[in-house]
């Protein structure tokens, strides 16, 4: 018995002692943590794909309770979750969000196989910025995709993969967040954020080659060789060349598919156009053709 | 014997060429100099297309103190200021020249005679950095760091002691034994300048003993040059390594980066280097030529050339006996270290100390297999990394673990892919470690 | 051009170094103690090293094929075999084929492909197996039979290890127990009872000698362990001579096939020098401790497994010393 209430009694004494220290830790070093953070997580993908340029959701969710106190949300957008998410994240900061077009990773480069001949054999580690290291890597182009696949390996997505044909990646614009890590880990720039456009039709360059013209078409046949016709041909001013190298601006583009007519190198690519088939029956009436396509856009 | 401590290891040496004395090579028919041949900010030029020029005269004048002039190597007409592809596998401005002739500036010195430092007392240590300078003189070993900024010792250190790299550790590569055999006084009246530009009174050239030869004579005529003392080390690669030299004759050991080797009192030149400064300094010959070794095991007649700078690769590959038929691979310096060329074409730079033509069955690397932590490259890392462990945390993108097992301490000499029964290419993932972890670094520190 | 050239970074050139190398460079290493079990146990040692052979090797390339899906043939670079001859060697004469057959399982499977084949696995496979056996079939693991029974497999005669005498000394505490054992003589050649492989010391340490000239492992573990037990074991026989003498300690049992193969297993064991030796001295003692304290008359395989598992801590704190480094005092 008397075993017993020793052992109760120390046990006892040692729960309330621990209680109490525990109770004072909790108050002594308690985190105050805005509770609209939790909320604003809970709603976010959770994917923590860093796309938004915060450490993680919480980060995010942190970074968007912080803009909201500071009177706007502008500039926040987690590209995973989109339009659809960041009305909800306003919603409960109790904030309007600013309206923005969802986006898509581009390939800028159709240097394929067939296109951009190899001038070497590299054999070594297969990752684009191990291959940058060696050289230009295994085309003679300075400047496009070195179909290493270091972008494949940052998607966390699944949105990416080198198609073995051509060796480039290739986007899958249904898994594509625009989270934008491809981007960050491209070494040469080659991938691009660009709205998906209307009906996710848009104009593109699919070039990033700043060589001068006689380069650029010496080691790829599928390069801008910064001739200038399609600027001339663009009657919005979207497209601006610059270092031998067109660009085609998303906002001023109007589709009206002109400057992939001018391009002679077939470097600027109509994306999920409908095909043109007056065009390929009868070139002639190709032109009557054009104003449709605009209304339609 | 003297050799460094820390790892190492032991390729087949394969010096096909150390008794082929160095011979002149052909002019080319166009020569092409790239403004990237030296470390630090590329050469600005000052001739334009259709301009005269002569051997020696100054193509493009250094643009700040990290960098060099680019000299003619030949005489002829400016024919266009382009991009090649040069040593480094990228495309670089060069400046082309087509060859006329072969007409020196009349400033240069051609007579043979030997001037040593006691002919000429005027000369100051600025005198000697200020002429090394003009000539464009950079580390001819390899790494091509200007020549001047190393004479110059930054304030708040102070060099002991001068050490000449002859060591040649790289298996096949021949052009500073020959160099060493057939200039010796040269060399050794370039030591004395050196000696002199820093303000030392101890010079010392360290040899591997795979070249008794060069060290017997070298030993034997360093008698006459007080203070010079030639050393003879075990052969281990990568002796030639600078710090890994300094290791072996100092017995200091350069702490990681950013110190530098003058941080333990050393000043470490190549041994072509040297030759290259006693010409400039002495007979005010610019660097436009050097000597390279063109090698390989199915190359008719391996060689040793003294070769123009901006000479195409392909033409000292003729004058060899050809291209081999089974060529796979083509190695601008050793096969340690050496970069491979993307095509022939590529012109001899400053920094060319050979040209290795490695058969198609020799350069294929063997099939990556599971990592099996024998930890033989701890053992052969002369840095004491764990490569292993670097090349993981690469591949992974895991830079600051990567940083934290001191990846920056890296010196990219491959001992530790050589020994790998793996064969994992460790180094490939170390370097594009290293190179993301150092801007990651700079970019920090600019913060 | 009408080759493209190769391009690679460098190191160019490779020392021809290769896991083949290694591993039957081990195998050529067990061969003086393969001649010396198949001299003393006969038949029975060639049919318990055939049959572990053959599992392991069929096991791993059955789980590759059939459970990872995976095309690489890993048989051929010799791990498979390796750990097959050295499981063989961790068994009595005598024992059953389905026995040797589960082993191989545990040992491959578990030990092995599990973690992911070659390189991963954090276990010494032929161990894990051994100890398997060891705990699931106590009786048939140490039931051993007599050397010279050329002819016998199951029926084998059986006998006392000079382990077994030994604990019986230490249970006993009479000292007198012990002049049962042979002589060192005996135990370094190999006139005693035990499994296959640690019959012969001498077999063992030719084997060791082939390996450090041929540069497949250092002296780092098994020089430290060697010496951790005969310093330990030393102390004890002078504190009461009812331990056995450090010599005889050394020559028995496991100690040497595990301080010589099993230890110094790539996989395994720490990367670095000094991690080495952290390593080996902690075999030693523990080995000392489990022969001397423990249950079971042999610890060898104990001590190894358990530091197996602390490899990879030994791995984060023991750095080489790196170039130029200012040691902190």
């Not at chain 2, 030029?45 to 960098?67: H, I, M």
């Not at chain 2, 400039?280 to 063109?294: Q, Y």
């Not at chain 3, 010391?201 to 060791?208: H, K, P, R, T, Y």
Request: charge should be positive.
């Amino acid at each position: 018995m008397n075993v017993i209430w020793i052992a109760v009694i120390i046990l006892g004494a040692v729960g309330l002692v621990s209680a109490i220290m525990l109770y004072a830790a909790s108050k002594k070093f308690a985190v105050k943590e805005d509770e609209r953070i939790g909320q604003v997580a809970e709603v976010l993908p959770q994917a923590n794909c860093g796309g938004c340029g915060y450490p993680g959701c919480s980060g995010f969710a942190a970074a968007c309770v912080k803009a909201a106190d500071g009177g706007s949300l502008e500039g926040k957008l987690c590209p995973v979750g989109g339009q659809a998410v960041m009305e909800k994240v306003a919603g409960i900061l109790g904030m309007a969000v600013a309206a923005s077009e969802p986006k898509v990773a581009v390939v800028r480069c159709n240097g394929t196989c067939a296109n951009r001949p190899r001038v070497v054999d590299y054999d070594g580690v297969r990752s684009c910025r191990v291959q940058l290291l060696s050289g230009t890597g295994e085309t003679a182009c300075a400047f496009g995709c070195l179909g290493g696949g270091d972008c494949v390996a940052a998607c966390q997505f699944g949105a990416l993969s080198i198609n073995p044909e051509t060796g480039l990646p290739e986007v899958d614009e249904e898994r594509c967040t625009a989270c934008g890590a491809c981007v960050k880990t491209c070494p040469r720039r080659v991938i691009e954020l660009r709205p998906k456009g209307p009906k996710n039709r848009r104009m593109v360059v699919l070039c990033v080659n700043r060589d001068k013209g006689a380069v650029a078409n010496k080691v790829c046949k599928a390069s801008c060789i910064g001739c200038g016709k399609c600027v001339k041909a663009c009657a919005f001013e979207a497209i601006t060349l610059n270092n031998n190298l067109a660009y085609i601006d998303p906002e001023k583009c109007k589709m009206c598919r002109k400057c992939e007519e001018a391009c002679p190198k077939g470097a600027i690519h109509a994306v999920n156009f409908p095909p043109r088939k007056p065009k390929a029956e009868k070139p002639a009436t190709a032109a009557t053709g054009v104003p449709a396509e605009t209304k339609e856009a | 014997m003297k050799t460094f401590k820390i790892g190492g290891v032991h390729p087949s040496e394969n010096k096909f060429s150390a008794n082929a004395p160095i011979r002149k090579a052909g002019l080319p028919k166009q020569a092409v100099f790239s403004l990237y041949q030296h470390i630090g900010a590329p050469a600005k030029p000052v001739v334009a297309k259709g301009d005269v020029v002569k051997v020696g005269t100054v193509l493009a004048e250094a643009d700040g103190f990290v960098s060099v002039p680019v000299h003619s190597s030949v005489s002829g007409k400016v024919n266009k200021i382009d991009a090649v592809v040069d040593a480094s596998g990228y495309r670089r401005p060069a400046i082309f020249v087509d060859v006329e002739g072969d007409d020196w500036e009349e400033s240069i010195d051609r007579t043979p005679d030997l001037v040593t430092l006691a002919q000429r007392p005027d000369l100051t240590a600025e005198e000697i950095v200020k002429r090394v300078k003009a000539c464009g003189i950079v580390g001819m070993g390899g790494a091509t760091f200007p020549c001047h900024v190393k004479l110059t010792p930054p304030k708040g250190t102070k060099a002991e002691c001068v050490i000449i790299n002859a060591v040649e550790c790289e298996p096949y590569l021949t052009a500073d034994h020959r160099l060493m055999l057939e200039k010796p006084d040269e060399i050794l009246v370039g030591v004395t300048l050196i000696m002199k530009a820093v303000g030392v009174d101890k010079g010392y050239i360290g040899i591997e003993n795979n070249k008794p030869d060069a060290i017997a004579l070298l030993t034997e005529k360093a008698k006459a040059y007080p203070g010079i003392e030639v050393v003879p080390l075990r052969v281990k690669y990568p002796q030639g390594g600078e710090k890994q030299l300094i290791a072996a004759i100092t017995g200091r050991e350069v702490p990681a980066p950013p110190a530098l080797p003058i941080h333990v009192g050393a000043v470490v030149q190549n041994v072509g280097t040297t030759f290259a400064i006693y010409e400039a300094v002495m007979k005010s010959k610019p660097l436009f030529e050097r000597v390279i070794t063109v090698t390989g095991k199915d190359v008719k007649t391996p060689s040793n050339f003294l070769a123009r700078i901006g000479t195409p690769m392909a033409q000292l590959i003729e004058e060899c006996g050809g291209l081999p038929e089974a060529t796979g691979k083509v190695i601008g310096g050793g096969p340690m270290m050496g970069k491979a060329l993307m095509n022939l074409d590529v012109p001899v730079c400053k920094g060319s100390s050979g040209l290795l033509l490695m058969t198609e069955k020799e350069s294929r690397r063997g099939e990556p297999q599971p990592c099996i932590r024998c930890g033989k490259c701890v053992g052969a890392c002369p840095m004491g990394l764990e490569p292993y462990l670097l090349a993981t945390a690469s591949a992974l993108r895991k830079w600051d673990l990567a940083e934290e097992h001191d990846i920056t301490s890296c010196i990219e000499c491959g001992s530790c892919q050589y020994t790998c029964p793996s064969m994992r290419p460790m180094l490939d993932n170390i370097r594009m470690g290293k190179t993301t972890v150092m801007a990651l670094v700079r970019a920090r520190n600019a913060k | 051009m009408a080759k493209k050239l190769i391009v690679s970074l460098s190191p160019h050139i490779h020392g021809r170094d290769s896991v083949q190398r290694n591993m039957y460079g081990v195998c050529v290493a067990l061969i003086p103690a393969l001649l010396t079990s198949l001299y003393f146990f006969g038949i029975g040692a060639a049919v318990v090293l055939l049959a572990s052979v053959a599992a392991c090797v069929f096991f791993e390339w059955a789980i590759t094929r059939f459970i990872l899906k995976s095309d690489r043939l890993t048989i051929t670079d010799g791990s498979a075999v390796l750990t097959g001859l050295l499981l063989g060697f961790n068994l009595p004469s005598n024992l059953p084929v389905w026995i040797i057959i589960i082993g191989a399982l545990v040992a491959i499977g578990v030990g092995k492909m599990t973690f992911g084949g070659l390189g991963c696995n954090p276990f010494n496979p032929a161990l894990v197996g051994r100890v398997f056996l060891l705990v699931s079939f106590p009786v048939q693991m140490t039931t051993w039979p007599v050397p010279g029974q050329m002819g016998a497999y199951l029926d084998a005669e059986t006998a006392a290890t000079p382990l077994a005498v030994m604990k019986e000394a230490i249970k006993s505490g009479d000292a007198s127990v012990l002049q049962k054992l042979p002589d060192a003589i005996d135990l370094l050649v190999g006139q005693t009872g035990g499994c296959l492989g640690e019959v012969s010391a001498l077999a063992l340490l030719i084997g060791l000698a082939y390996m450090l000239a041929r540069r497949i492992v250092t002296w780092h573990i098994p020089v430290s362990i060697l010496l951790t037990v005969f310093v330990l074991s030393g102390l004890l026989h002078l504190y009461n001579p009812v331990y056995a003498s450090p010599v005889t300690v050394l020559l028995t049992g496991g100690l040497m096939l595990g301080a010589c193969f099993m230890a110094t297993d790539y996989v395994t064991s720490p990367m670095t020098p000094k991690g080495q030796v952290i390593y080996g001295v902690a075999i030693g003692f523990l080995t000392v401790v489990i022969r001397t304290f423990g249950a079971y008359p042999e610890g060898m395989s104990f001590a190894i497994l358990i530091m197996n598992a602390f490899t990879p801590l030994i791995n984060t704190y023991c750095k080489p010393k790196r170039f130029g480094e200012v040691v902190k005092k």
